[in-house]
């Protein structure tokens, strides 16, 4: 059974950097593509970067330049390191995987269709 677990949230000030990470088990270590998502109280869930097993990633444009999606296949982890945080990137984090996917391909899927997710991790920037 495939399981992600989150961790790494936190509440910085605006400006500051947390890394979140997103430990997988029931993957075999590579060969399957990871995001990260988002959403903030009273908001729709937004895709903020992704990365596949090749190592291709895409960025939310409201991220680019601030957000570093990574991997490391040994530990079976991916992060999200995130840097010069602004009140808006305030919300839930969560991360998702689905096997045999590109970069593009797990951009513009559903997102319900994902095959595992896991429980989340709260990030709180404040002004």
């Known amino acids: 059974q495939v399981q992600l677990v989150e961790s790494g949230g936190g509440s910085v000030q605006a400006g500051g950097s947390l890394r979140l990470s997103c430990a997988a088990s029931?993957?075999?270590?590579?060969?399957?593509?990871v995001g990260w998502f988002r959403q903030a109280p009273g908001k729709k869930r937004e895709g903020v970067a992704a990365i596949d097993s090749d190592g291709s990633t895409l960025y939310a444009d409201s991220v680019k330049g601030r957000f570093t999606i990574s991997q490391d296949n040994a530990k079976n982890t991916r992060y999200l390191q995130m840097n010069s945080l602004k009140p808006e990137d305030t919300g839930t984090y969560y991360c998702?995987?689905?096997?045999?996917?590109?970069?593009?391909?797990?951009?513009?899927?559903?997102?319900?269709?994902?095959?595992?997710w896991g429980q989340g991790t709260l990030v709180t920037v404040s002004s």
């Open positions: 029931g993957y075999t270590a590579s060969g399957y593509a």
């Open positions: 998702a995987a689905d096997p045999a996917l590109s970069v593009y391909g797990f951009w513009v899927r559903d997102p319900n269709t994902l095959d595992a």
